[in-house]
């Protein structure tokens, strides 16, 4: 019997399966429907050695430093200050929106002082801010929403910003300055041998056996276990019985050109006519020199794995219906953006993750004896595996 069983070997799962094997000294069997570990953080090397993110990009950003301690066991850093441009009106632009992009957009020469008078002449007056449009025209303006906003919501979650909860359009700042920055945060740095390398490494524990290409409902009555770690969708854990949480999706399309660099930072966004919400180039992010440069090109759907919970009000009151049946269920220990129904970005899982196994600590003794279950025999009756 496996102590504890872990479904879904992204941050979450990993994270959590590392500390209860290394800290509680307890057997753990990690599952994932992928043939890999990492979960979207997933990234490997092409055919032309050019090193991608399948899952489209992800940057490390983080103002704590627990969780950067915490990774650094696993991994050593490259640093990377992440930039983004926006193709707008035939022009290449910052974004988040800053002193160069108002300038460059307008043909003025303003200073920040300047620049805070033009938005307070544009921003629209929202005596209740709830929806990501309202977010935007009481910050800069309704120009400035048609222009750089309203059509790339639309394109990523399938509805009018008007319809979505504040929280889509409040992570992204608004700058007087010219710092181009994407991210602010004191930590910005990449893992130096990409993310499946640092998972692959939090992993490497004798208390943890893995079992790729495995859906956990196909073994979770065939595998004994005592308690489980869940970071799946928390309303496929349920069957469903109340209903689909909608998710977003995204479909990639990966392209390798026989050319040295397409754009000149890793990501431009597109909002306004083109299908795909953002162009990546991997290079910019890697370090990496090669005369090939490798770019996926995103677009979002409804079909496909679940990416991002959708923030609507309606939504969010049938997740709390789902979470009530989750308190009803003392040994699942829902972790993660799909088992929470949240938007997270990295480090928030990390640390939720950590806030989670100290939870653990305190209200569970451990069990004496590591590992007393071995994989053989069991592996085989799967329909699926791998490790």
Not at 189 to 208: C, Q, V, W
Not at 232 to 252: A, K, M, N, T, V
Not at 351 to 367: H, M, N, V, Y
Request: include cysteine.
């Amino acid at each position: 019997m496996f102590d504890w069983l872990v479904v879904g070997a992204g941050f979450a799962g990993s994270v959590l399966a590392e500390r209860i094997a290394s800290q509680r000294h307890e057997s753990v069997l990690l599952v994932d429907r992928r043939g890999h570990v990492g979960g979207n953080a997933y990234d490997c090397y092409n055919e032309a050695g050019i090193l991608i993110h399948r899952y489209g990009p992800h940057i490390f950003h983080t103002n704590s430093q627990a969780i950067v301690d915490y990774l650094s066991q696993f991994t050593e850093w490259r640093s990377y200050e992440h930039r983004v441009l926006a193709a707008v009106d035939g022009k290449l632009v910052p974004i988040p929106i800053n002193l160069d992009t108002i300038n460059s957009l307008y043909g003025l020469e303003l200073t920040s002082a300047q620049l805070e008078e033009f938005f307070a002449s544009r921003r629209e007056t929202v005596e209740d801010v709830r929806t990501a449009e309202d977010v935007v025209v009481s910050t800069v303006g309704r120009e400035l929403y048609e222009k750089f906003f309203r059509g790339y919501t639309r394109k990523q979650w399938g509805v009018d910003p008007s319809q979505l909860s504040k929280s889509v359009t409040a992570r992204v700042p608004t700058r007087t300055n010219r710092d181009d920055r994407y991210f602010s945060d004191s930590f910005q740095k990449m893992p130096a041998g990409g993310y499946t390398r640092m998972f692959e490494s939090m992993l490497d524990h004798p208390n943890i056996k893995i079992m790729l290409q495995t859906d956990f409902r196909e073994i979770r009555e065939k595998i004994p276990f005592r308690r489980m770690i869940y970071t799946g969708p928390i309303d496929e854990y349920f069957g469903w019985q109340l209903g689909h949480l909608p998710y977003r999706s995204l479909r990639f399309e990966h392209v390798t050109l026989d050319r040295e660099q397409f754009q000149p930072v890793a990501v431009v966004n597109y909002p306004q006519t083109q299908d795909y919400t953002r162009i990546t180039e991997y290079k910019h992010l890697t370090g990496q020199q090669n005369a090939r440069t490798s770019l996926t090109y995103e677009y979002p759907t409804d079909i496909g794995d679940p990416y991002y919970p959708v923030p609507r009000a309606e939504n969010e009151a049938l997740y709390k219906r789902y979470e009530a049946l989750s308190a009803a269920c003392p040994d699942v220990w829902f972790v993660g953006r799909l088992a929470t129904y949240r938007y997270y970005n990295m480090d928030q899982v990390v640390g939720q993750a950590l806030a989670t196994f100290a939870r653990i600590q305190k209200s569970l003794p451990e069990w004496a004896g590591t590992g007393r279950t071995s994989l053989a025999g069991l592996v085989a009756s799967s329909p699926a595996h791998g490790s």
